[in-house]
């Protein structure tokens, strides 16, 4: 057994908000930089640029790469035999939220109420999703999600016989109905199976993987590779201003489901796809 305060839970994740709001990961940079040297439309190589621009800017003097902080999503995998110690753990986390916001002079832009629209002023309370593995570590992954984005995210529960061609079309329709309104280029991440909510979530979390590491499942990779390819083909651009980089990658996850079911969601996410992982 193994004990972690939850004071070090704070630190972290008050050092990941703001780390992941100025610096984007290494895989988007890339993809960025390739997407220039790639680009056929003149506009959207300029506007390209002018993203690897604001890239350096925002590291260089520690100001948010959007305006859009996001609100924070955490995703924490638990070790069975680590024994957390102080206050609750989701109280930590979201005294994290509220540091690192706070320090890092990060935009404020959850609500209370959904209908009511009182500011909470710190960010908090943020989206927690638990996991309990083996082990004796605590993996964290915080990625602040913006809404202009997930404004575009959808989910159909399709039929079996709609099959992966089904499942295609619900992609491709998902980012043609997203158009310029997600700030392309784009990340696409994709939850196949499960039921209503898992396929939500495995969308999510498909955004935090590396973009330039497709899925271990032969037709899954397959499937990545020709939506980015055919996302591409859209014409919609960076900027959603025309060119042939609309998004950067498709990530897709997988789960088992019901005999009666194919649920497919679809979390899109602009450019600045942020995501920081420490594991303590």
Do not use: W
Request: net charge negative; hydrophobic share 40%; proline share 5%.
């Amino acid at each position: 057994m193994r004990t972690i305060h939850t004071d070090e839970i704070i630190k972290h994740v008050s050092e990941m908000c703001v780390e992941a709001n100025l610096q984007l990961s290494s895989d988007i940079k890339q993809a960025i930089f390739q997407g220039t040297k790639n680009e056929k439309s003149p506009l959207g190589s300029k506007i390209l640029k002018q993203l690897e621009e604001n890239m350096e800017i925002a590291s260089a003097e520690k100001i948010p790469i959007c305006q859009d902080t996001g609100m924070a999503v955490v995703f924490l995998k638990i070790g069975q035999d680590v024994h957390i110690e102080g206050i609750s753990i989701e109280d930590a986390v979201n005294e994290g939220i509220r540091k690192g916001y706070e320090d890092g002079y990060l935009r404020k832009s959850v609500v209370k109420d959904p209908i009511l629209r009182e500011n909470t002023k710190d960010n908090t309370p943020g989206v927690i999703h638990y996991q309990i593995v083996p082990g004796t570590k605590l993996e964290i992954t915080v990625a602040p999600k913006g809404f202009g984005s997930e404004n575009m995210s959808k989910i159909y529960m399709l039929k079996p016989a709609d099959g992966i061609e089904g499942v295609k079309e619900a992609i491709l329709n998902s980012v043609k109905d997203a158009g310029p309104n997600a700030c392309p280029p784009m990340v696409i991440g994709v939850g196949i199976g499960g039921d209503f909510e898992k396929c939500a979530l495995m969308a999510k979390q498909a955004l935090t993987r590396d973009i330039q590491e497709h899925s271990a499942i032969p037709y899954v990779k397959e499937l990545e590779i020709e939506l980015l390819e055919k996302i591409n083909a859209l014409g919609i651009g960076p900027g959603g201003l025309g060119g042939t980089t609309t998004a950067l990658g498709v990530n897709i996850n997988t789960y088992p489901t019901h005999i009666a079911g194919l649920p497919v969601a679809v979390n899109i996410c602009c450019h600045v796809s942020r995501h920081v992982t420490r594991v303590l």
